[in-house]
Structures are given as structure tokens and as C-alpha cells.
């Protein structure tokens, strides 16, 4: 089955820099990657998706890249705000297996004012 | 966006009983909902594929019979957590896919913490 990897489990950085959040995948399969952030106690909020077609999007301060030849995926959070504090999830699914996700292990961002 | 509600949001019960999870999708149909259990600080383990109509798939070593999920129409699942035990323990979020859009996109519940005592 699929594996999806994630990089760092934790990242702090200063109000108004970047952060970058990287996966990697293991099923060459898999054609939807879709990215999550969830706040403590509060459900998981997709905040960004990419489909194997596109190797990149942008929305407003927020973007992933994806690299299907190196199997893995990225976010990248520009002008980081206190309110980007929260965990985010990557996630790797496809068809065959029914559209299932698995998900990354997460990762801690902490934007400090 | 699409809304899906969960309930009850929290649950504290005694070792011996079983709960009852529901999830519903409140504007859209999903002939597919998912089932994760996600420990503290920790990733969503998918448990269930719950599938309107015919019996849920379950993830390598979920017991299905520990874990019962009915799936009786295109808007509501439910999970029952049978003879609870402290282990048990944790917050259970469920997913549903809207059948309408193309995309794969899963949209959460809410989640339930369940507390066995």
C-alpha cells in the first residue's frame, strides 16, 4: 500500500517568513495530493490540492509543487501570519484504491509573532 | 463548501458499553465516507471505508466486529464502538466524498473524542 512520508515534524519560523513542508510517496500510482492544516480540537480543513497533471499551484500566500518522477510534494506558506500556526498534513491518493487518503505524519508550525 | 456533521463531539463512557458515532453529510450525497482514528499529536489512521449499500472495507488490523460501521444511506454513517475498552480512547473523525465533483476532495467531520473509563 501506499506510504507517505513527511518532513519536518516540527517548524518554527518568524511572522512574515516562509515555511516549507515536504512529502514523499511511495505508490507511482497515486494522482491526488491533497494538503490539510488542522487546528488543536478542530477537524482537518483542506487548504490546498494537486492532481498528478500539474506540477504546481498557488493560492494566494500559499502553493505545493509536486515532482512525480521523485515521488514527492511540497508546501510553501509565504509571509507567514500567527494564524498559519497549526498542524498540517499531506496526503497521497488514488482511484484503484478507492480514493482513499493516507496521510503524512504532520507537521507543527509555530508562527511566532 | 460541503458540511459534514459528526456527533456526539465528545463521549465518556464505562469499559463494557458500546458508542455510537454518526456522521452525516448535510448538503451533499456520499456514497463513500471514511473512518480515521488519530491518537495525540499523531497522523489520521484511516480505519474504515464505509460504502452506501454493501459492507465496509476495514484497514489491516481493524476488527470489524470491534468496530461496526453501517452505512444505510447516501448521507449518514455511523461507527459503533462495541464493549469499549480504555484503549479505545481516542478521537475518531470521519470523512465524506462528495459525489458530485469530480475532484476527490474529503471534507471532515468534527471528530469524537471518546473517553472509556
Known amino acids: 500500500g501506499e506510504n507517505v512520508e513527511q518532513h519536518p515534524s516540527t517548524l518554527s519560523v518568524q511572522e512574515g517568513d516562509s515555511a516549507v513542508i515536504k512529502c514523499t510517496y511511495s505508490?507511482?500510482?497515486?494522482?491526488?495530493f491533497p494538503w490539510y492544516k488542522q487546528e488543536l480540537g478542530k477537524r482537518p480543513q483542506l487548504i490546498i490540492d494537486i492532481r498528478s497533471n500539474v506540477g504546481e499551484k498557488k493560492d494566494q500566500r500559499i502553493a505545493v509543487t509536486l515532482n512525480k518522477t521523485a515521488k514527492h510534494f511540497s508546501l510553501h506558506i509565504t509571509e507567514t501570519q500567527p494564524e498559519d500556526s497549526a498542524v498540517y498534513f499531506c496526503a497521497a491518493s488514488e482511484a484503484a484504491a478507492g480514493n482513499k487518503l493516507t496521510f503524512g505524519g504532520g507537521t507543527r508550525v509555530l508562527v511566532k509573532p | 463548501g460541503a458540511v459534514v456533521s459528526q456527533h456526539p463531539s465528545r463521549v465518556i463512557c464505562k469499559s463494557g458499553t458500546s458508542v455510537k458515532i454518526e456522521c452525516r453529510s448535510l448538503d451533499f450525497q456520499a456514497t463513500t465516507m471514511f473512518w480515521y482514528r488519530q491518537f495525540p499529536k499523531q497522523s489520521l489512521m484511516l480505519m474504515a471505508t464505509s460504502n452506501e449499500g454493501s459492507k465496509a472495507t476495514y484497514e489491516q488490523g481493524v476488527e470489524k466486529d470491534k468496530f461496526l460501521i453501517n452505512h444505510a444511506s447516501l448521507t449518514l454513517s455511523t461507527l459503533t464502538v462495541t464493549s469499549a475498552h480504555p484503549e479505545d480512547s481516542s478521537f475518531y473523525i470521519c470523512s465524506a466524498r462528495d459525489l458530485s465533483e469530480a475532484k476527490n476532495i474529503q471534507y471532515f467531520g468534527a471528530g469524537t473524542r471518546l473517553s472509556v473509563l
Open positions: 505508490d507511482s500510482a497515486s494522482n491526488y
